[in-house]
């Protein structure tokens, strides 16, 4: 599975598990804000992914602002995992 799927896999997961509704589908404008997680749910969402992959790309990378879209939080999983 790709890193996009397992992403958007663990958001599904997460909104399941916090009882919130996730805008379908998820595209790569598709706004962090307005997706249909809440803070809290985000912080469910790292630390899920973490435990899925293996690593916090918000841990390990100097990242100055928070990303706003779906393809700037993929490409910091992804720039994190070409790290490893």
């Given at each position: 599975?790709?890193?996009?799927?397992?992403?958007?896999?663990?958001?599904?997961?997460?909104?399941?598990?916090?009882?919130?509704?996730?805008?379908?589908?998820?595209?790569?404008?598709?706004?962090?804000?307005?997706c249909?997680?809440?803070?809290?749910?985000?912080?469910?969402?790292?630390?899920?992914?973490?435990?899925?992959?293996?690593?916090d790309?918000?841990?390990?990378?100097?990242?100055?602002?928070?990303?706003?879209?779906?393809?700037?939080?993929?490409?910091?999983?992804?720039?994190?995992?070409?790290?490893?």
């Amino acid at each position: 599975m790709n890193l996009e799927q397992q992403i958007k896999d663990a958001m599904q997961q997460v909104a399941e598990l916090s009882d919130c509704q996730l805008v379908e589908p998820i595209e790569a404008n598709t706004l962090l804000l307005e997706c249909g997680l809440d803070s809290l749910g985000y912080a469910m969402l790292v630390a899920q992914l973490e435990e899925d992959l293996g690593f916090d790309p918000f841990t390990e990378l100097a990242i100055e602002t928070y990303p706003s879209t779906f393809a700037e939080f993929l490409a910091i999983y992804k720039q994190c995992k070409s790290n490893q």
